[in-house]
């Protein structure tokens, strides 16, 4: 009996350690799967990254390549047009030299002929001697020195603002929203053009309209990522571009800074350009731009404007830094004619 009773005993007692150790066994199974599973995926995730950068470099190489070929090319074709100079003075001073070797050679042999001989060909010889030489031959040498028309400092400056504008988003394709649009604003040509309308003609207030400052939005909003438009304002003598929050009143009177939710820079007077900042500041613009692009990165919290009339480079205007919260919506200020005409649209391209 007392072995039956230590038996079952101790029976149980294994049997409470097996399910124990099975629990166990069962926990650490399903870490080690788990573990398993994120080594797995950190793995393919690495595959996909490292894939993406490849792709992301090799297309930093076909870039700089084209670069580099197009400033060779820029080389070769200033050498060849130095070269095809210098090479039709070379023709022309060989066949000048020519000549001034046959007149050398005809004075020696009169030198060496007899007195007959001598006195019948001097006439002619003398005078062939004394026949103008081209007036070219007269010139002082000058060297030519090679000028590419950039200089070896300015490459990579210059490649780099060129890589700036490839590696922005693609230019967004906006529209402006008309239901958010001043009465007196009109747009038109597929709601990418917007400009003041006279007064006879003023349309009847929107709810969602501005009430007081000649704006419009676009239609779409950004609360995300990383965003780049560009807009054309072409010879307006004065406007405002950049983006504000979408719970902005629109009844009053705009408030043109960050602490209000815009974020704006402008042109006054056709000649002031301003960053609308707590307070302005101005901004030493010297080549007045047709085409404003805005870059917007969200998370990084910036807003940049740059002048964009070039295909190839974009030229940094100014950039606000802050932490944004909420939607944000481009806007067009177009600015009343306060001083003087300002009839000029603003549009926003389409290509």
Not at 325 to 339: M, S, T
Request: charged share 25%.
């Amino acid at each position: 009996m007392y072995r039956d009773s230590i038996y079952i005993d101790w029976g149980e007692e294994v049997s409470t350690l097996i399910t124990d150790v099975q629990r166990e066994r069962r926990s650490l199974e399903e870490h080690i799967s788990k573990l398993t599973n994120n080594k797995t995926r950190i793995s393919n995730e690495s595959d996909v990254f490292q894939r993406l950068i490849s792709k992301e470099f090799r297309e930093l190489h076909k870039y700089i390549a084209e670069e580099e070929s197009h400033f060779l090319d820029m080389v070769a074709r200033k050498a060849a047009e130095l070269i095809r100079s210098i090479e039709s003075q070379l023709m022309q001073k060989n066949e000048i030299l020519r000549t001034v070797r046959e007149r050398e050679r005809q004075l020696e042999n009169l030198g060496n002929e007899n007195h007959l001989h001598f006195i019948q060909n001097y006439a002619v010889v003398t005078s062939n001697s004394q026949t103008p030489l081209p007036r070219s031959v007269e010139k002082p040498y000058t060297a030519v020195s090679f000028k590419p028309g950039f200089r070896q400092d300015d490459i990579k400056l210059t490649v780099w603002k060129r890589l700036h504008r490839r590696i922005l988003p693609s230019p967004e394709i906006l529209r402006l929203d008309p239901l958010t649009a001043h009465p007196l604003l009109e747009l038109s040509k597929g709601d990418t053009l917007v400009q003041c309308r006279s007064l006879a003609s003023r349309r009847g207030s929107n709810p969602e309209g501005f009430g007081h400052s000649s704006c419009v939005l676009a239609t779409r909003g950004f609360s995300t990522g990383k965003h780049y438009w560009e807009v054309i304002v072409g010879s307006k003598q004065k406007w405002r571009i950049g983006v504000v929050k979408g719970t902005v009143s629109r009844k009053g009177k705009l408030i043109r800074a960050p602490d209000a939710g815009a974020w704006l820079i402008g042109l006054k007077e056709g000649r002031f350009y301003e960053a609308f900042t707590s307070p302005s500041v101005s901004l030493p613009i010297n080549t007045r731009p047709q085409r404003i692009g805005i870059f917007l990165d969200y998370e990084k919290g910036e807003l940049t404007f740059y002048n964009a009339d070039s295909p190839d480079e974009l030229m940094q205007i100014y950039t606000f830094q802050t932490e944004f919260h909420g939607k944000l919506y481009p806007l067009f200020d177009v600015c009343w004619q306060d001083r003087g005409p300002n009839p000029l649209p603003i549009i926003l391209p389409q290509v």
